[in-house]
């Protein structure tokens, strides 16, 4: 029986995750944000001109020798202690020999038996429950160069004119992180797949190592996935789907791929050992390459660089350097902020809750700071579908508002549009404010003159209110903040409203 590979069959995940158990594996690639590249002494700025960052290590000339960048060895080890890691004594670089046309040496400088850091682990919660994700290795390399292809209408190499090649990147400091098989998440797989990544990121993040900007590949994941059927211990072949690049796609690409795999193992097919690529607009897989085998790399020991021995007090230096993690910073927030178990978890579900402590550090009250990180800009996070903390505001602009409205100076709906303009022109809030003209109109006679007009516009409604139902104020008052642009002073303006109508509550 022939199986068509990307047939994708009309199955429901929770029917498939009945009868299947996922394993899944994730390997994460960072950038490091070191000043300069892995082996050379080439920065690593982005978007300088093309082929302006070289010399003859990043550009593979004969002769050229490499030497290892101290400070990505440190960020590495950082990153391996963050992670409960052990940092090896001694290691070594690889040659992993593959040809790409924008890596001009034709092998990559990796590391391959022997890592600079192994066996850890990071715990993730999900649904109220702490899956451990067992960390297998964090290694060193290096990235390569980058393609365009010209004169195409995609973008792609079908249907191009030609190619160039831009030599910047190749050899800025990347590292691999790489898991152990994860079991036992049953359904939930996609969502640990997706935490997982989160808190990767956030922890690279408080290290200061990378910038960490999936969205500009400075993180970028490949995701494993394979299905047993329950009950039988051993895995399925795993299929890897490649550069995934957003917090989002982690979660669909592993779900589509659940369903896609038991399509087929239902038909009694056989899946394909491949890498796949993610389609954004689809949120499916689709066939890539047939996967290689690492003895297809032909590996072999760098001869050009020495080994790499980090002396234990240097190891035990950088220990005590790191800084307060994600985990334990969510702690101390949770009991200074006096958060319940189900708040915190849904700021760590929307994935706000660094923005929500750095919003209350830049001196706004913890209710205010979560109410605008899950509400307002949530929604706007929405619609752009992408997350909270990649919109083009600061945490300290967020406080900034916050601190208006309590001022009084702001009333929430010209916080919004302060937001909003902060959102398009990434200035700062009081040039919006002043800009915009958005200030709260506390002038007594203005707003008696707009209560005194909104009284004559709603003859119906001011009868009412003197009949006395006084809730019906509301729809004055509604009138006025209309008539003043949301400018006015709410509670200000029901209370001249009802004193014009001669009605005390
Ligand atoms: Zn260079």
């Avoid at 690639?29 to 960052?53: D, I, Q, R, W, Y």
């Avoid at 004969?62 to 990153?79: D, F, H, M, Q, W």
Wanted: overall charge negative; glycine content about 8%; aromatic content about 4%.
């Amino acid at each position: 029986m022939t199986v068509r590979d990307d047939v994708q069959l009309d199955l429901s995940y929770d029917s498939v995750v009945r009868r299947f158990a996922p394993v899944i594996g994730l390997e994460t690639h960072v950038e490091l944000g070191t000043v300069s590249k892995m082996f050379c002494g080439c920065s690593t700025e982005f978007g300088a001109e093309p082929n302006t960052h070289t010399c003859p290590v990043c550009l593979g000339l004969p002769g050229a020798l490499p030497v290892v960048n101290a400070k990505a060895i440190e960020y590495t080890i950082r990153i391996g202690l963050a992670l409960n890691c052990s940092i090896a004594e001694w290691c070594r670089f690889a040659r992993k020999n593959y040809f790409y046309p924008d890596m001009p040496k034709n092998f990559q400088i990796s590391q391959y038996d022997e890592p600079l850091c192994v066996d850890g682990h990071l715990d993730v919660v999900v649904e109220g429950q702490t899956y451990r994700v067992g960390i297998e290795r964090v290694h060193m390399e290096e990235d390569t160069g980058k393609n365009t292809h010209v004169g195409g209408a995609t973008g792609r190499i079908h249907g191009a004119e030609y190619s160039l090649v831009d030599f910047n990147r190749a050899g800025i400091p990347l590292i691999e992180i790489v898991t152990k098989p994860v079991e036992g998440t049953g359904p939930l797989a996609p969502e640990v797949a997706k935490a997982y990544v989160t808190e990767l990121r956030d922890i690279l993040r408080s290290l200061g190592v990378s910038d960490v900007k999936m969205e500009q590949g400075s993180l970028r994941c490949d995701v494993n996935t394979s299905l047993s059927p329950i009950g039988v211990s051993e895995w399925g072949t795993r299929t890897e789907t490649k550069n995934v690049n957003s917090l989002r796609s982690v979660e669909r690409a592993v779900r589509s791929e659940i369903i896609r795999q038991a399509a087929i193992l239902d038909r009694g097919g056989k899946i394909k050992q491949e890498t796949r690529h993610f389609q954004e607009t689809t949120g499916e897989t689709r066939s890539g390459r047939s996967k290689e085998e690492a003895t297809d790399y032909r590996y072999f020991p760098e001869p050009d660089l020495v080994p790499v021995a980090p002396a234990r007090d240097w190891v035990a230096e950088i220990r005590a350097s790191l800084p307060e993690l994600p985990a334990a910073r969510r702690t101390r927030l949770k009991s200074e902020l006096g958060l319940s178990t189900e708040d915190l978890q849904q700021m760590v579900n929307a994935g706000v809750v660094e923005a929500v402590g750095e919003t209350v550090q830049a001196g706004a009250s913890a209710t205010e700071a979560r109410n605008w990180w899950m509400g307002y800009l949530a929604e706007q996070a929405n619609s752009r579908e992408v997350e909270p903390t990649s919109l083009p505001i600061t945490p300290a602009q967020v406080a900034r508002v916050i601190l208006l409205v309590a001022d009084g100076k702001l009333s929430t709906a010209l916080a919004r549009q302060a937001v909003d303009g902060v959102l398009q022109t990434g200035k700062d809030v009081d040039a919006i404010v002043a800009e915009r003209g958005l200030a709260v109109v506390s002038d007594t006679s203005e707003l008696t003159r707009a209560a005194d007009e909104a009284i004559a516009a709603n003859p119906d409604v001011a009868d009412k209110v003197r009949g006395g139902k006084v809730a019906a104020v509301g729809a004055l008052v509604g009138a006025v903040m209309k008539a003043t642009r949301g400018q006015a002073d709410a509670p200000a303006v029901r209370q001249i409203l009802l004193q014009q109508l001669g009605v005390s509550e």
